[in-house]
């Protein structure tokens, strides 16, 4: 019993001393990997002290460290990024064409010219306004749209989902591109298997086995769910290079509302015609190579863009911008702080989950101290309960800074915002930390006074569908939630 005993404990030691190992080259690999954002850091040191066994594999599974393979993958993607945008020049371009001055369709452009530089310097992003845009406030209206558009494709159709469900819309589209394949219509689809996890393959393989092509962004293997975190959140679908779409609005019957807890659903998606849908096309080509593996083939993809697409009567201008792990800094991040510090007069804000960073908190409070009328609307019921009180526990910095904030009848999971009458973005870009430094993103900044009146008119009807968030409401409510918006408030870097 005794030699029982003595083995137990040696074991029992020999354990402890390998975790407490693993947990000092975790801290480690923190301090060195994580060092751009200490709040993360010392956050995940805490989770590790705190909780070995766990927080190591939270951190293997979350964290950005121990990926060394991703790292390549993401740095040929960079170079992908870097080394591809628009070769051509003509008059609907900027800065690409800078021959003599360029003339601008609107003023809402022209007053932002800062923007639109930051956007071609960090994101090879250039400006086009021979375009056309119809905003959708709800999944009916795109889905209506976008099934009438697949059916009309004549050569290709390309698209990019964080989520295809295997319910009634996703079965309708999925049978529609079945059909466009078997009539000799290109149709490319990358899904993300973490955002698909609970969708059967067969979905997928009937659209393969009706000779459409299939690919998984970040495959669930081992190696995969060392970074789980890097998802590809982008909803994109181009349509014979002549017509995109992008947005909040994944393919699912809840999206439509038809799911009586988070309903009603309130989404915006946007459909462009003109040339900006060429440089939305790229950002799917560079994606696809990416996912498959096949980077020397891009350039023959690119052949098939037609880069001098001016064949609209379109004026409205664009940028699409992407954002990622893949790229030095978060374009999309930095563009919309810069858009926050730039406004002289307002500034509108959809968003499901409100977890800043401490730069967007700056902005939005050197805004509003600035005499900028800010409105925010976050959902009124909740998809996610956790993210939901770290959402929560943000709205009193909001309130402090004389931000007006709402509740929306109903679960928001729009994307948008507004400023100045001038500028709107819309696309798949959360408020929060996860979106603005971990996923791969997708929006597109629209450079149109009539464009960003049409967006306000809607934001305010949604307003008379919220309910505001005073001080008094604020502080009325329960004692349990107060408790758990200050726990899980505590782990808001990690998310």
């Not at 003595?6 to 480690?28: A, D, G, H, R």
């Not at 003023?107 to 932002?112: M, P």
């Not at 409070?365 to 009328?373: H, K, L, M």
């Not at 909740?382 to 943000?394: A, E, F, G, L, N």
């Amino acid at each position: 019993m005794n030699e029982y005993l003595l083995t137990y404990e040696k074991f029992s030691s020999f354990i402890v001393s390998i975790i407490y190992i693993i947990n000092f080259i975790t801290i480690v690999t923190i301090l060195f990997l994580e060092k751009k954002d200490p709040s993360r850091s010392f956050m995940w040191i805490i989770v590790i002290s705190i909780m070995p066994i766990i927080g190591f594999f939270a951190y293997l599974f979350f964290g950005r460290g121990f990926k060394v393979s991703l790292q390549k993958k993401l740095k040929l993607k960079k170079i992908l990024e870097k080394k591809y945008s628009i070769p051509e020049n003509n008059n609907n371009m900027y800065p690409v064409n800078n021959i003599g001055p360029f003339e601008f369709n609107d003023k809402s452009a022209e007053n932002n010219i800062q923007l639109i530089n930051m956007f071609y310097n960090i994101n090879n992003s250039v400006f086009t306004q021979n375009n056309t845009v119809k905003v959708f406030p709800s999944a009916q209206d795109k889905f209506k749209y976008l099934i009438e558009d697949i059916k009309n494709a004549k050569e290709s159709i390309n698209l990019v989902y964080f989520i295809v469900k295997n319910d009634n819309i996703g079965n309708e589209i999925i049978d529609l591109l079945c059909k466009k394949a078997k009539e000799g219509v290109t149709v490319r689809l990358i899904y993300d298997e973490i955002g698909c996890f609970f969708t059967p393959k067969k979905l997928f393989n009937r659209l393969i086995k009706a000779g459409g092509h299939v690919t998984k962004f970040s495959p669930v293997r081992f190696e995969a769910i060392l970074h789980a975190n890097y998802r590809n959140h982008r909803k994109i679908v181009v349509i014979d290079n002549h017509i995109g779409y992008l947005g909040g609005i994944n393919i699912g019957d809840e999206y439509l509302g038809l799911k009586k807890k988070v309903s009603p659903w309130r989404d915006t998606h946007v459909r462009i015609k003109g040339l900006a849908v060429s440089t939305l096309q790229l950002r799917f080509f560079i994606d696809w190579v990416y996912a498959t593996s096949t980077e020397d083939k891009l350039d023959s993809y690119l052949k098939t863009i037609n880069f001098n697409n001016i064949n609209n009567n379109g004026t409205t201008g664009i940028q699409i911008v992407s954002s990622g792990p893949d790229m030095d800094k978060g374009s999309i991040k930095l563009g919309i702080n810069k858009m926050i510090l730039n406004a002289k007069k307002s500034i509108y804000i959809h968003t499901p989950y409100l977890i800043p960073d401490d730069s967007m908190l700056d902005a939005l409070q050197i805004a509003s101290n600035s005499g900028v009328e800010i409105y925010v609307i976050i959902p009124g019921k909740p998809d996610k309960k956790i993210v939901y009180h770290v959402t929560y526990s943000y709205v009193q910095q909001l309130l402090n800074y004389n931000i007006k904030v709402y509740k929306y009848n109903g679960f928001l999971h729009s994307k948008m915002i507004i400023v100045d009458d001038e500028i709107v973005t819309i696309g798949t870009t959360n408020f929060d930390i996860r979106s603005f430094d971990l996923h791969f993103e997708i929006n597109a900044f629209i450079y149109d006074s009539k464009i960003a009146k049409e967006c306000i008119e809607q934001f305010f009807k949604d307003i008379s569908s919220s309910e505001r968030i005073t001080n008094e409401i604020y502080d009325s409510r329960g004692l349990m939630n107060k408790f758990l918006e200050g726990i899980f408030s505590l782990f808001a870097p990690l998310m």
